[in-house]
Each structure stands twice: as structure tokens, then as C-alpha cells.
């Protein structure tokens, strides 16, 4: 079984950059479309991006052009480079993964707080 642990979250001026890691345990993620979901108080759980196996990417249109999300399978880690960061993306940004012929997410990490101050 895959164990998803994330950081890299904090405190971020409006306008400003953060780096999202996802490190995967237990066994490898090559064979998973991994993605970054993020849960703001009141809010649907919204996914912000994914990326499949063969490195295909699809972002929600919020993000687009500001947000990129990327895997290193080498080192069994997912990433979400974070750019021009606004006060709405504040929120617990968690990653997820989902094996090859799955319809849904079945690993999850327990998440990091973004927090953008404006």
C-alpha cells in the first residue's frame, strides 16, 4: 500500500511563490495518476492538478498559467510549484493517488495548509 506524506506548505504574501511536495512510501507510484486537491473552509474539495503516469497534466481553469505540478518517479515524489499566489488559494492542499484502471483516488496524504495573506 502507498503512503502519501506532503510539505512544503506556509505563509505566503499575495503574489508570491511556494513549492508542494509529495513523498510516496510503501511502493513505487509509477503506475498511479497522481494529483493535488485543496479543501478551503466551506468549500468543495476542489482538484487543482494531476498528472499520469506518462507525465500527461491537466490543471483546474483557477490555476492554469500560475500553478504547475511535475514527478520525479526516481524519487517517488509529486510536486506543485505554486505561482503568483492568491488570498482564495488558501487552503489544506492535499496529494492523492489513483492506480492505472481505477476510477477513483484511493490514497491520500493527510495534507498541508497554504495560507496567502494579501
Known amino acids: 500500500q502507498v503512503q502519501l506524506v506532503e510539505s512544503g506548505g506556509g505563509l505566503v504574501q499575495a503574489g508570491g511563490s511556494l513549492r508542494l511536495s509529495c513523498a510516496a512510501s510503501?511502493?513505487?507510484?509509477?503506475?498511479?495518476?497522481m494529483a493535488w486537491y485543496r479543501q478551503a473552509p466551506e468549500k468543495q474539495r476542489e482538484r487543482v492538478a494531476s498528472i499520469t503516469s506518462g507525465g500527461n497534466t491537466n490543471y483546474a481553469d483557477s490555476v492554469k498559467g500560475r500553478f504547475t505540478i511535475s514527478r520525479d518517479n526516481a524519487k517517488n515524489t509529486v510536486y506543485l510549484q505554486m505561482n503568483s499566489l492568491k488570498p482564495e488559494d488558501t487552503a489544506v492542499y492535499l496529494c492523492?493517488?489513483?492506480?492505472?484502471?481505477?476510477?477513483?483516488?484511493?490514497?491520500w496524504g493527510q495534507g498541508t495548509q497554504v495560507t496567502v495573506s494579501s
Open positions: 492523492a493517488g489513483r492506480r492505472i484502471g481505477s476510477l477513483q483516488y484511493s490514497v
Open positions: 510503501g511502493r513505487t507510484i509509477d503506475g498511479y495518476t
